[in-house]
Structures are given as C-alpha cells and as structure tokens.
C-alpha cells in the first residue's frame, strides 16, 4: 500500500489484537497518523489471557514506516474516551480523518457462553457484550462528532461500512441513526452482537 493517506489522522479503537491491529497496520502503512485504543498496553497486561498490546501494535505499525501514537483507554468508560478526543484535538489541532469503530469486551464472555442457549446464560452476558461494542462505538462516534477533532469531511467506519460525514452536525445525527437502527436490525443480517442459539 503506497502513502495515499500521508497527512491524514486515523483513530483505531480496540488496536490490540485482531482486526483492529490489522486496520491500524495498514493506516500506517498507507501513510496515516494513527492513535490506536485499547486496555492491554503491553503483553503483560493482556486482558482475560487474550494474546495482544498496545505496545505491540504500535511495534508494528512503525515497523511498515508508519506513525502510531497509543493511548490506554477503558471503553466502557466515558470520561476516558471524551479524554481522548481532547488529546486528538490537543495534538492533531483538531484534525481527525478516519474512526474505525472496533473496540469489543465481549469476546472472553462469548467464548464461556458457548452451546448455551442465551436464555441459559445470566442476564450479565448482555452487558458484557454490548457494553464496549455498542455502546461504546455510539459513544466514540457521539464526542468524536462533538469534538473539534472531526474535520469537514470526515469518514466513519461502523461496523466495517464505510460512512463520509461532511459535517460534526451530520455526524451527530448519523451516529443517533446508527445508533437507532442496531436496536432494531434484522437478526437474518445482523452483526456479531446479535447472539442467537
């Protein structure tokens, strides 16, 4: 991948492991600043014996030339995630091209869930689920739209569909959309959070 996004900002959240490491190496490769999120900072500190760090995926991304910044950040925290787009604001004067949404704490709890029928399982594994996934990914996208980090014409990554906002006002109404429509989606097409047995 050449440098077509070199003086773009990107944010990857959850860039521990998995997807969002991969989405973060390829920013980076392509040429983006990229702030990655995430709990585990290093190998150490790895949640839930899941494989996978910050400090890692920053490694990483600097290994194919590119520019990561990683900021420890607790999803299901509000405060955290506002701090963080105040710091994007601070460092990037105000600049934020590109947020992937891909941060999620329910992978440990679905792994204990399975061949359970959901009805089964206490009510917590709902929580655990949607808590940092949904939920946050509408609060991200909430103060990432509020903040003056959101350029004029921005792009949002929900769920892997790609998303131009040309406005934080547009932005703020299509993450209440966004928001709206994963309440009531098709469970025939539904993502990941859906969980049926």
């Known amino acids: 991948m050449s440098g077509n996004l070199k003086g773009k900002v990107a ?19 392509a040429g983006a600043l990229v702030y990655i999120t995430g709990r585990s900072v290093n190998a150490d500190d790895s949640i839930n014996s899941i494989s996978g760090s910050l400090l890692e995926t920053k490694a990483a991304v600097e290994k194919v030339g590119g520019i990561c910044i990683a900021v420890t950040v607790d999803h299901s925290d509000d405060r955290q995630i506002q701090s963080l787009f105040e710091q994007i604001g601070r460092e990037q004067n105000g600049q934020l091209d590109l947020l992937v949404n891909n941060a999620y704490g329910g992978v440990r709890s679905l792994i204990d869930a399975k061949g359970k029928p959901f009805w089964e399982s206490d009510l917590s594994l709902w929580d655990a689920c949607n808590q940092v996934g949904l939920r946050s990914h509408y609060v991200v996208s909430h103060f990432a739209a509020l903040s003056k980090s959101v350029t004029t014409e921005s792009t949002i990554i929900w769920d892997g569909q790609k ?14 959309l966004l928001f709206f429509l994963a309440l009531h989606i098709d469970t025939d097409t539904a993502p990941f959070y859906v969980c049926l047995s």
């Open 11 to 29: 944010l990857v959240t959850g860039a521990s492991r998995g997807i969002g490491k991969g989405i973060a190496i390829a920013l980076g490769e």
């Open 163 to 176: 998303v131009q906002v040309n406005s934080r006002e547009l932005a703020i109404a299509f993450s209440s």
